[in-house]
């Protein structure tokens, strides 16, 4: 095997070619009007078509073991589906990474008869409709939000969702409420076919001990789906808030009981380079557009725009940072392939930089662009919205993910020459908790 190799093996060829074709297509003319639909359920359902296609195509579910009927795609071949689909439409891609966020933590933390339970149906619907939602994020407020869940307070702080044990009956009692949870509510409402659920466990102790995972089926009475977030960007996805009554479970729905801190850490390392190609397919895209608009516009002028050295300059920049940035995501998938999607520096890393360089770079394209960049039949603008999403979704960059990288700097076992080496970095209970002031305590602790 060649050590190192950018080139597409031939399968990877044809994985690329089906989802440009599928996006372009299928996908491409539903964007516009989706995206302009005053009502984000209308939007959702709108391209309900165009996701029962990509179901069809093994996009939906291809992360999952073939043990369990899923494609059983590595985390680079993954990165070819994912650019092809962000470079059309961002928002449609999350449906199918949420999937993933909400299935591969039963992949790594569940046993044996719950993976037979929930990972075979979800690869084997004949109306290719099957949904996951991946329910962690909590609403705003003091105490709220989300950033701090494996923190060391205890309720009313962190995680606010509680399940009680109601071991007489053998269920566990859910009360509380979910806020951005994407395909959550399901194409009707009436909820995903699963929902994987970050509840507290124990009331009173740390983020660290007190969470666990439970599986919410379609249909569970004591839970309501509020109609979706109204959106800034990626306004095709579904964003849910979700109420819990009373809700009643089997005990036998539940994994990962007091480790719900390592399954959300897991996820949302996953999805980090997944997030940081999807930033390089949006990014592609408006440096293809500002390219294209450069070499045939004036601007008044007598020669197009790209002849003038500053607009040729910042053209370059973009493909440079669009380069850069997909060579990052697919250092960081293959990192996950090694190591078992345990990449919790990296795979933040490619998360963030991507990110945060994708903003950047649709500005430059549309300074390149001009004032016709603000023109709403124009792309950019919404490439602009698109792009404000990826440092706040996906587990926000400040907030969640930057904590990650810095908790496994700051082990005093870490080697720093780990990552250009593909070689492991612990994470876990063990390591600092991913909360600043822990990574604080930790540095003194050396020092
Ligand atoms: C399109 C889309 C899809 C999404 N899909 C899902 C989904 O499927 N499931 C789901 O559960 N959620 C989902 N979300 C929510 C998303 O994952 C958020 O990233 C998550 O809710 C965390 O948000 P936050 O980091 O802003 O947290 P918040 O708790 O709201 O934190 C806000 C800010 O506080 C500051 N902060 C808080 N604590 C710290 C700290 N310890 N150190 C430093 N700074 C701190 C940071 O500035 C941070 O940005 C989605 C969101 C979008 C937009």
């Not at 907030?399 to 990288?405: E, F, P, S, V």
Request: glycine share 10%; net charge neutral.
């Amino acid at each position: 095997m060649m050590p190192i190799d950018f080139t597409l093996t031939s399968y990877q060829r044809r994985l690329q070619r089906m989802a440009r074709e599928f996006a372009n297509e299928i996908l491409g003319p539903l964007v516009r009007p989706a995206d302009e639909n005053a009502d984000p359920q209308k939007a959702f359902q709108s391209i309900k078509g165009a996701y029962v296609e990509s179901y069809k195509l093994g996009f939906a579910t291809g992360f999952i073991p073939k043990k369990y009927g899923g494609g059983g795609i590595s985390n680079v071949d993954l990165q070819i589906v994912v650019e092809e689909l962000c470079a059309v439409d961002p928002g449609f891609a999350t449906i199918l990474l949420v999937n993933g966020l909400a299935l591969m933590p039963l992949v790594w933390f569940a046993n044996e008869r719950q993976k037979q339970q929930w990972l075979v149906p979800a690869t084997s619907d004949p109306r290719g409709e099957y949904l996951a939602g991946w329910t962690v994020s909590e609403a705003a407020g003091t105490p709220g939000g989300t950033a701090n869940f494996d923190g060391p307070a205890s309720l009313p702080a962190g995680v606010a969702l509680t399940a009680v044990h109601d071991k007489k009956n053998g269920e566990y009692i859910l009360n509380g409420r979910k806020h951005w949870p994407a395909n959550a509510g399901g194409w009707d409402l009436q909820g995903a076919d699963v929902n994987v659920c970050i509840v507290r466990t124990t009331p009173e102790a740390e983020g660290s001990r007190a969470l666990s995972a439970i599986i919410i089926p379609r249909g569970t009475p004591g839970v309501t789906y509020e109609p979706p977030i109204s959106k800034l960007g990626h306004r095709i996805c579904q964003n849910n808030s979700v109420v819990f009554s009373d809700c009643r479970v089997p005990e036998e729905n539940a994994f990962a009981v007091g480790n719900g801190d390592l399954v959300v850490n897991k996820a949302f390392t996953w999805s980090g380079p997944v997030a940081a190609i999807a930033s390089v397919g949006v990014a592609r895209s408006a440096y293809e557009y500002a390219l294209s608009w450069s070499k045939k516009y004036t601007g008044g002028g007598d020669k197009p725009i790209i002849n003038h050295q500053i607009v040729a300059y910042t053209l370059a920049e973009i493909a440079m940072k669009v380069e850069a940035g997909r060579a990052f995501a697919w250092k960081a998938a293959h990192y996950h392939d090694l190591h078992d999607a345990n990449g919790h520096a990296i795979g933040p890393m490619s998360k963030v930089f991507c990110s945060e360089m994708l903003f950047n770079a649709v500005f430059q394209a549309m300074k390149v662009v001009g004032v016709n960049a603000l023109d709403t039949s124009n792309p950019l603008g919404r490439y602009l919205r698109e792009a404000s999403v990826f440092p706040l979704y996906d587990a926000g960059n400040v907030g969640m993910q930057m904590r990650k990288i810095c908790a496994v700097m700051a082990d005093p076992a870490f080697d720093p020459r780990s990552i250009a080496a593909s070689a492991a970095t612990p994470f876990g209970k063990q390591a600092p908790p991913p909360d600043t002031q822990a990574v604080g305590r930790n540095l003194k602790r050396q020092a």
